[in-house]
């Protein structure tokens, strides 16, 4: 039996998983904050780190951790002092972010595969 119209829903449904990945990745790389910003971000550590480091991590860099999220490697953290992003970096953070268009869950995969990527490209 030969079905056609799957083969199509198929390639479909590849196409839009792909596009979305596509449009992820440019997100999270613009969503990226620089070195010397500042302000409440998303900090996101590597999974599987414990918490009390990511919290240890956090208050070395002179950040205030705000909350967790509903993953551990994922936190909310302020400073009024320039550079937190590239304290948190500096301390173990792989990434920092401001105010993303979705969840820190989703945004903390991403941020974990952009900062991968990063620093493949460097």
Avoid at 28 to 56: C, H, I, Q, Y
Avoid at 80 to 87: H, R, S, T
Wanted: charged share 15%; hydrophobic share 50%.
């Amino acid at each position: 039996m030969n079905y056609p119209s799957h083969k199509f829903a198929l390639i479909f449904f590849a196409s839009v998983i792909t596009v979305w990945l596509i449009a992820m990745a440019i997100i999270m790389r613009a969503g990226a904050l620089s070195s010397d910003a500042t302000g409440t971000m998303l900090a996101v550590f590597e999974p599987n780190t414990p918490s009390d480091k990511v919290f240890a991590s956090i208050i070395n860099a002179g950040g205030k951790p705000i909350r967790q999220t509903s993953f551990g490697f994922i936190w909310v953290v302020s400073s009024d002092e320039p550079g937190l992003a590239g304290k948190l970096k500096q301390n173990g953070a792989i990434g920092s972010y401001r105010n993303l268009p979705l969840s820190p869950t989703i945004a903390g995969c991403f941020a974990l595969a952009d900062a991968k990527i990063a620093e493949a490209l460097n």
